[in-house]
């Protein structure tokens, strides 16, 4: 099957075209450099920013913040009502592990709504596409599958995503909230959040620092698939009535933490 938006068919060919430039120096040997805040950066980043920028000012004219390019001001970013959120790798820890558990990350933004989310996983080749109101997939050697939340049934385990590279001693204290068994499922990158989108677990909290390209797009898959993105209360991580998750509405683009809930 094809995907039903041609835009969403060219955001997916941009994001392997990336992803193809990431398992050239995935294969090899590669520089890790510094960042002013001292997370690392590889040639891969740099690599599949440019060939993202390159892209989608081929096929739109709306801006574009991507990681590798976020010293926008404020003052400018405050009046885009549409516009591109891309992280060229996200998980650069797992990259750098070698563990296959990073990913191309390409949404549109509709004013502060994901709207069309591509995350693409190179190593694993695999991706996930959502598109508001049209449903979310899950793309394998060429085949599509739709794919949907599940939400979690009295007496089963909870299976409850956590990061590979970061844990939080409040992960804990969620889970003994939650009542019943528990069952801790390890990822990286955006993938955690495509986890709870295919069903293939109930709940992903954020209790860490994130930035808003981090999940923007799988943000997009996960609400296509019928999940909910909501800003986490710590003092009460499972209301029912949490804000949702938004994206460009304050000049800092660090998230608030967050829960990904089928």
Known sequence: MA??????????AISKQAGDKIMEIYEKDFAIYEKEDTSPL????????????????????????SEESADIPWDERRGWDKYWLVDPLDGTKEFIKKN??????IALI????????????????????????????????????????????DGEVWKVVGSRSHQSPEIQK???????????????????????ASGEAHL???????????????????TAAGAKVTVLDGANPLAEDAPDLTYNQKESVLNPYFLVSA
């Open 204 to 222: 992903y909290p954020r209790l860490g620092p994130t930035s808003e390209w981090d999940t923007g797009a799988a943000h997009a898959v996960a």
């Open 42 to 65: 590889t040639e891969a980043d740099l690599a599949a920013h440019k060939v993202i920028v390159a892209g989608l000012e081929a096929v739109s004219h709306l801006p574009i913040l």
């Open 100 to 105: 296959g558990e990073f990913t191309v990350n």
């Open 174 to 196: 969620l889970l003994e909230d939650l009542g019943g068994e528990a069952e801790l499922v390890a990822m990286g990158s955006s993938l955690k959040l495509c986890l709870v």
């Open 3 to 12: 995907l039903p938006d041609p835009l969403a068919e060219k955001i997916l």
């Open 110 to 153: 509709d004013n502060g709504k994901p709207v069309m989310g591509v995350v693409y996983a190179p190593a694993l080749k695999r991706s996930y596409v959502g598109i508001d109101g049209q449903g979310a997939w899950m793309e394998s050697n060429g085949e599509f599958t739709p794919i949907s939340a599940k939400k979690h049934a």
